[in-house]
C-alpha cells in the first residue's frame, strides 16, 4: 500500500448533527486504497493554521472519500466552512485498520467521533457476510447524526443510540449499555472513540478478541516525530504508524 498526497475538491460539505459535517471530497488514488480504520492527514490552512490533522476516513468509493469532522476547533471550523469546489490537501492512507473478519457476528461500540472509522468497517463487514451490532454513545441528543445512524440500521437490526444527558429515550454510556447485552452472542468486538471511553471498557471486555482504535494528538502522522506514542504491553509504539488500531490487551491502559 502506497502513502499517496493527493489534492482533493471538495463534493459537498453536509452538515448532520449540530456539531458534526460529512465532507465528500473528490479522491482515486486514496480512496481505492483505504481500509477501515485507517486516517488520512489533511492540511487546515486558514488564519494562523499550517499544520494538518488527522481523521478517519469516513466512506470511500471509487472515486471518492469521505471525511466526519466535528466541530471542536480553529482547523475543524475551517474545513466544516468549505465550499465545493475547494481544493484541500491530503496524505494517506495512514495506519494499519481493522481486521475485518467475513461471517463473524460483531459488536461495534463508537463514542462521539468514533462514528468515523466504524462507519466504513461496518459496511465492509455487511459486504463480507458479518453481522455487525452496534451502540454508540453521544454527549447529547442533537449530537447525533441521524442519517449515518440510519444507515447503520440498514445493515443491523441492533443498533442502539445513548446519550450521557438530555431529552432521549436512553439516557447513560456506552458502558451501562454494555452491562446489558449477553457478550456471548458476539465473536469479535471493535471499539473507536475518546480514551477514557476505552479504558472504561477494558474491564468488560478484557480477554476477548477486541480492537480499539485510538485517539493520539498527531504532528506529522508518519512515524517520524514520535509525538503519539503509547506505551503497550510489547514497548513502545506509534499510533499513527503501529496503529491507530491495536489490539484491547496489548495496550497499557494504567498509563493512558
Ligand atoms: Fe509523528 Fe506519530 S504523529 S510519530
Known amino acids: 500500500m502506497n502513502?499517496?498526497?493527493?489534492?482533493c475538491e471538495v463534493i459537498r460539505n453536509e452538515r448532520v448533527s449540530s456539531d458534526g459535517h460529512v465532507l465528500v471530497l473528490n479522491s482515486r488514488d486514496i480512496s481505492r486504497q483505504t481500509l477501515p480504520g485507517q486516517f488520512v492527514e489533511i492540511g487546515c490552512y486558514g488564519e494562523d493554521m499550517i499544520l494538518r490533522r488527522?481523521?478517519?476516513?469516513f466512506d470511500v468509493s471509487n472515486e471518492s472519500l469521505s471525511l466526519f469532522i466535528k466541530i471542536v476547533g480553529k482547523g475543524t471550523k475551517w474545513l466544516s466552512e468549505l465550499n465545493s469546489g475547494s481544493i484541500v490537501d491530503l496524505i494517506g492512507p495512514l495506519g494499519n485498520g481493522f481486521t475485518v473478519s467475513s461471517n463473524s457476528r460483531s459488536l461495534l461500540i463508537g463514542g462521539g467521533c468514533g462514528i468515523a472509522s466504524l462507519n466504513l468497517l461496518s459496511r465492509k463487514l455487511f459486504d463480507s457476510n458479518s453481522n455487525a451490532d452496534t451502540i454508540f454513545g453521544f454527549?447529547?441528543?442533537?449530537e447525533i447524526p441521524q442519517e449515518i445512524i440510519e444507515g447503520f440500521q440498514k445493515r443491523s437490526n441492533g443498533v442502539l443510540v445513548t446519550v450521557d444527558k438530555g431529552s432521549y429515550p436512553i439516557i447513560g454510556n456506552v458502558v451501562d449499555r454494555l452491562k446489558e447485552v449477553d457478550l456471548e452472542n458476539y465473536d469479535r468486538f471493535y471499539c473507536c472513540g475518546p480514551t477514557r471511553m476505552l479504558k472504561a471498557l477494558d474491564p468488560f471486555l478484557y480477554k476477548r478478541e477486541v480492537e480499539v482504535s485510538l485517539e493520539a494528538r498527531m504532528a506529522c502522522g508518519i512515524g517520524v516525530c514520535?509525538?503519539?506514542?503509547?506505551?503497550t504491553k510489547q514497548g513502545s509504539k506509534r499510533v499513527c504508524l503501529d496503529g491507530p488500531v491495536f489490539k484491547?490487551?496489548?495496550?497499557?491502559?494504567?498509563?493512558?
Do not use: A, L, Q
Open 139 to 142: 454527549s447529547k441528543p442533537e
Open 54 to 57: 488527522p481523521f478517519s476516513v
Open 226 to 231: 514520535y509525538g503519539c506514542t503509547i506505551n
Open 3 to 7: 502513502v499517496v498526497n493527493e489534492k
Open 248 to 256: 484491547m490487551e496489548e495496550v497499557e491502559w494504567n498509563e493512558m
